[in-house]
Structures are given as structure tokens and as C-alpha cells.
């Protein structure tokens, strides 16, 4: 985690909480997939901590330097978090689990179809692609919190070990949900976003390869991978998309 960013981590929180944090954004939407499936009631408590969740990202990229932006995210994203984590609970408590997954996995199309119709225009070919990955990713990191709150209990020798790995899931997972959701607004409102602030952004957004890892990490504490035969490894073209993205971050890091 950031030391310079302090997030409280509720006792008994989940990965599946942070898991659900990553999509919930979305059951606010007002189209009639998701309004026949909440109540009326629901959507608006949902609206309104959406408008809370908004107001802070609002503000923070209307900045025009880096600076101006990390200071902005620094101030606001302790209280992003704590509201993305009040919807996560909110809708633990009033919306059926399949329900939510339901809403989950709709969600991540239609965020992949917004970014794939209106992100090249608005912020032009790379960030679309890092947009459209990301979003890719997140539904990965979903999945994976699905089966970390579906694994065998945790044995006690490990739980300090998983501690370490939520606060860095968590941490990377919400930094990369704050920044898409930089675009997002930006996209909606058709508010620009000045082209030094744009490489912050992309920047945050790569935090979603390490909350990949550290997902992966815990559902390994679980659910132990068994040492293969030595033969032919199986990797697949989604496995492929992360190294690749990972290699391509560590080559434009500065030596």
C-alpha cells in the first residue's frame, strides 16, 4: 500500500467485498436491465452514494498538472474509498447474491462497450486500449473473488500472510477503479482532461496487473497450485495479455 494514503480496512472485510466494490458503480445505471431487478428504493440509495463517489472524482480531474491531480487524489480517495466500500455493504445487505452477480458481470460488457465506442474519440487509441485491458482485468480480478469467498476456510498459520496481500489488493484494486472512473466522468461529461493529468491516469490504471497478482496470490493461500510434471506449460492468450502488459510497464520505467 501507499504509506502516504492511509484506507481503513473494516475487520472481516472480504476479498469478495473489494471484489464487488470493483462493479457495483455500475447497478446505479438507470437502463432496464437493472431496474427490473432493483427496486425503485434501492436505486436511489445507490444514486446517492453514487453522487458522493462522483463529486470526489470530479474534482479531481478538472486538475491541469500532475501535481495538481496527485494531490487532489491523496485528498480524496480515503473518502472514495470508504463510499465505494458503504455501497459494497449496502448491497450485501439488500440485494440477493445472484442478483449481484448478475449485475456484476453485465456490468464489465457494457463498461468495455462504453470505452470501445467513445474512449478513441475522447482521449484518443492508447488510452483507449489501456481502458478496454483494464476493464478486462477487473472482470479477471471479479472471478477471482468469487472464488476466494467460495474456497475452504483459511488455515490460522496463514491469516497474517493473507492480511498482507488483501491490503495490497485492496489498495491496487480501488487506485485502478478511481482512475477508470477519472475517464468515466470525463467521457459522460465530456469534460476534458488536460493531456499531463491523462498520463497520471493511465498511470493508475496500470495498479490493475499488481491487484491481479495479489488476488491471484490469495486465491493460491486457498486453493495451493500443485506442482506440475515437468512438460509442455499451458498458457493461454489472457495469461499472455498480463505478462505482456506487465513487461511492458517494467520496460518504461526509468533504470
Known amino acids: 500500500m501507499n504509506p502516504a494514503i492511509c484506507v481503513t480496512l473494516p475487520q472481516g472485510l472480504g476479498a469478495m467485498s473489494v471484489g464487488e466494490m470493483l462493479a457495483l458503480p455500475g447497478v446505479i445505471s438507470e437502463g432496464p436491465s437493472k431496474s427490473d431487478r432493483l427496486s425503485v428504493s434501492t436505486?436511489?440509495?445507490?444514486?446517492?452514494?453514487?453522487?458522493t463517489l462522483d463529486a470526489f472524482v470530479v474534482r479531481t480531474i478538472e486538475k491541469r498538472?500532475?501535481?495538481?491531480?496527485?494531490?487532489?487524489?491523496?485528498?480524496?480517495?480515503?473518502?472514495?474509498?470508504?463510499?465505494?466500500?458503504?455501497?459494497?455493504?449496502?448491497?450485501?445487505?439488500i440485494v440477493p447474491n445472484h442478483v449481484r452477480e448478475v449485475l456484476s458481470r453485465e456490468y464489465f460488457?457494457?463498461?468495455?462497450?462504453?470505452f470501445r465506442d467513445h474512449a478513441l474519440a475522447a482521449f484518443g487509441s492508447e488510452v483507449r486500449d489501456q481502458a478496454i485491458f483494464t476493464v478486462w482485468t477487473l472482470r479477471k480480478?471479479?472471478?477471482?473473488?468469487?472464488?476466494?469467498?467460495?474456497?475452504?476456510?483459511?488455515?490460522?498459520?496463514?491469516?497474517k500472510d493473507d492480511?498482507?496481500?488483501?491490503?495490497?489488493?485492496?489498495?491496487?484494486?480501488?487506485?485502478?477503479?478511481?482512475?477508470?472512473?477519472?475517464?468515466?466522468?470525463?467521457?459522460?461529461?465530456k469534460t476534458p482532461i488536460?493531456?499531463?493529468?491523462?498520463?497520471?491516469?493511465?498511470?493508475g490504471l496500470?495498479?490493475?496487473?499488481?491487484?491481479y497478482a495479489w488476488a491471484r496470490s490469495a486465491l493460491d493461500l486457498r486453493v495451493p497450485?500443485?506442482?506440475?510434471?515437468?512438460?509442455?506449460?499451458?498458457?493461454d492468450e489472457e495469461d499472455q495479455d498480463l505478462v505482456n502488459e506487465s513487461m511492458r510497464d517494467m520496460l518504461a520505467e526509468p533504470i
Open 109 to 114: 460488457g457494457e463498461l468495455e462497450a462504453e
Open 141 to 159: 480480478i471479479s472471478d477471482i473473488c468469487r472464488r476466494i469467498s467460495e474456497a475452504p476456510p483459511l488455515a490460522g498459520n496463514l491469516e
Open 225 to 235: 497450485v500443485s506442482e506440475p510434471e515437468i512438460g509442455n506449460v499451458v498458457w
Open 206 to 211: 496500470r495498479s490493475a496487473v499488481d491487484a
Open 163 to 189: 492480511l498482507q496481500l488483501f491490503e495490497n489488493f485492496a489498495w491496487h484494486s480501488m487506485r485502478t477503479r478511481f482512475h477508470l472512473d477519472c475517464l468515466l466522468k470525463s467521457m459522460r461529461l
Open 194 to 203: 488536460y493531456p499531463d493529468v491523462l498520463g497520471a491516469i493511465i498511470d
Open 43 to 51: 436505486q436511489e440509495l445507490f444514486r446517492n452514494v453514487a453522487e
Open 65 to 93: 498538472t500532475q501535481v495538481e491531480f496527485n494531490a487532489a487524489f491523496q485528498q480524496v480517495f480515503p473518502k472514495y474509498f470508504e463510499g465505494m466500500l458503504g455501497l459494497s455493504l449496502l448491497a450485501r445487505t
